[in-house]
């Protein structure tokens, strides 16, 4: 299992890019790339988590 499995299947689940998720984050995608590949603190997941909502229901 891949670090912040969360984070990437709820932006999988909601069709939702990486790059989306880091622009609304105001963080550039290999950042956010990054981040992933090591365990996050809390915060920084919910925010991402957020973040993936936030853009989920603004497609819909």
């Known amino acids: 299992?891949?670090?912040n499995e969360t984070v990437r299947k709820a932006a999988r689940?909601?069709?939702v890019p990486l790059w989306k998720v880091a622009a609304e984050?105001?963080?550039?995608?290999p950042t956010l790339t990054r981040w992933l590949r090591f365990p996050l603190a809390p915060d920084k997941?919910?925010?991402m988590l957020?973040?993936?909502e936030?853009?989920?229901?603004?497609v819909v």
Do not use: D, P, Q
């Open 25 to 29: 984050l105001g963080i550039s995608e």
């Open 45 to 47: 997941v919910a925010a």
């Open 13 to 15: 689940t909601a069709n």
């Open 1 to 3: 299992m891949k670090a």
């Open 50 to 52: 957020a973040a993936i």
């Open 54 to 58: 936030k853009l989920e229901r603004e």
